[in-house]
C-alpha cells in the first residue's frame, strides 16, 4: 500500500506504493497514538504524523483512541514511556510487537536518574529504584549519581567540584531543558534553590561531571514487526525562538540487525566507543530493569574532555519512547521496505524555529506550523545517502 506524506508547505501527497513491513501473522493491528498530559501541541501533532507513517509500514491504519477501553487489539504509540502493568494492560502490550517505545515499572526508571547509583547507600530513593544498574553501567557513564534529595545532591555535587566544574540536570526533563552548570560552592547553592522538592524526590536529579569540547552522539535499536534496525549518529543543536539552544536533529548511518551489527561499519575511534558503551547500557538495562519492555532504544552518548583535558565517552540517558531521532528511524524504515538490496543507509531529522524555514523537495515533513508554546517550527526528515548490498558497506560507511 501508498503512504502519506507532506511535501514542503503544500497539501499531503500519495507517495510510493511502499511495501509494509513483515509483521505478526493475521491482520495487522490499527496504530493507536494515545495523547498523554503534558505533551505540547507540535509534539502531539509530530507523534500522530510519525504514527500515520508507522500504521503504513504495518500495512493497516492510525485510529483516534477511543473514549473508552479499547475494542481490538492495537500497536501502541504512546508519546511518552508508558508506566506500570496498569498502563501495559490497559493497551493490550505484551511485548515489543504491540508498540513503538517502551513500558517500564516504575516513573524514576523512564528518566535520567536510572544512569547513575546513589551517593551514598542510605540516601533517599523512590520506589522502584534498582539498586544494581548503576553498578553495572559505571565504566559507561560519566562519573556522577542520581540524588533525590538536596543533601545527597549536595554531597554529590562537593565531591566532583573538587575536579571541575559539575553538571545539574532534572532527571525528569528532556531537550537539554533544567540544567545548570556550576564551579563554585555559592553557584550550586544557587543552582539547587531552582529545584522543585517533591519533583526531586519523585524523579530526582542527575549531578554528573561535565565534559568540555563535547559531541553528543545518538546510539539505537528499534523494531517495527519483524524489521530491526541500528543506527550510530550524531545530534547537533539550532537556535530557537526565544533565542536559546535547542535540539535540531540527528544524522543517523542505519543497518539492519541488532546493536553489534554496527560493528561491520567503518567507525572512527569515538564513534566505536559510543556504540561500545550503549550497547553495555543496553545488556544491563535488560538485565536488571525488571518488566521493561522496549521496541524502541535510544541512547544519548557525549564524548569530551573532562577537566583533566582527557577524552571521555559516556551513556547520559536512554529514551524508551518515541523521540527526536524518530523521523530519521521512520525514514529509514521506509527506505529498507522500498529496497531489500539496501544494506546501510544515511538519514537524516531536522528541526527549524522561525517561519523563514523551506524544507528540501524529498523531505518528509511532520510539522510545519505556529505552535502556540514555541512559535514557528518546522520538523522534517529525509534520507541523505544509500548503500547497497555486494558494496563493501565499512567503505561506503566511511564516506557518509
Known sequence: MGYEATLGRGPAQVRGPVPALDVAEGSPAPVLAPVTGGLSAHRIASVRALARRIAALRGSALIDPPPNALRTRCYVVPGETLVGP???????????????????????????????????????????????????????????????????????????????????????????????????????????????????????????????????????????????????????????????????????????????????????????????????????????????????????????????????IGVLEQSWRIGGASGAEIAAFEAFAANPELAVVRASCVERYGAEHEPPRDALVYFDADDAEVGPLLKYARIEARSLRGTDSRKSSRAF
Not at 567540584?161 to 552548570?181: E, N
Not at 541488532?258 to 567503518?266: G, H, I, K, P, R
Not at 544491563?284 to 569530551?304: Q, T
Request: contains cysteine; hydrophobic residues 45%.
Open 86 to 312: 496498569d498502563e501495559a494492560q490497559r493497551y493490550g502490550i505484551r511485548d515489543e510487537d504491540d508498540l513503538f517505545g517502551g513500558v517500564v515499572p516504575h516513573a524514576v526508571l523512564a528518566g535520567k536518574a536510572i544512569t547513575h547509583a546513589l551517593v551514598d547507600p542510605q540516601a533517599p530513593r523512590p520506589e522502584g529504584w534498582v539498586e544494581d544498574f548503576g553498578a553495572a553501567v559505571r565504566s559507561a557513564v560519566p562519573r556522577g549519581w542520581s540524588c533525590f534529595d538536596l543533601a545527597s545532591a549536595r554531597r554529590a555535587a562537593e565531591l566532583l567540584l573538587a575536579d571541575g566544574p559539575v553538571r545539574l540536570k532534572a532527571a525528569w526533563a528532556d531537550g537539554g531543558h533544567g540544567q545548570s552548570i556550576v564551579d563554585n560552592a555559592a553557584a550550586l547553592e544557587a543552582a539547587l534553590g531552582l529545584f522543585d522538592a517533591p519533583d526531586l524526590a519523585c524523579c530526582g536529579l542527575v549531578v554528573e561531571e561535565n565534559l568540555s569540547e563535547a559531541t553528543t552522539y545518538s546510539i539505537g535499536r528499534v523494531r517495527i514487526g519483524r524489521q530491526v534496525l541500528s543506527y550510530v549518529g550524531e545530534q547537533f543543536t539550532t537556535t530557537d525562538n526565544d533565542g536559546a539552544s535547542a535540539y535540531g536533529g540527528s544524522t543517523l548511518t542505519v543497518v539492519r540487525g541488532e546493536l553489534d551489527a554496527l560493528a561491520a561499519l567503518d567507525l572512527d575511534a569515538p564513534r566505536r566507543a559510543a556504540v561500545e558503551a550503549a550497547s553495555l547500557y543496553d545488556r544491563a538495562a535488560l538485565a536488571h530493569v525488571p518488566g521493561l519492555v522496549a521496541s524502541r532504544r535510544n541512547y544519548d552518548v557525549i564524548g569530551g574532555r573532562d577537566a583533566r583535558d582527557e577524552f571521555r
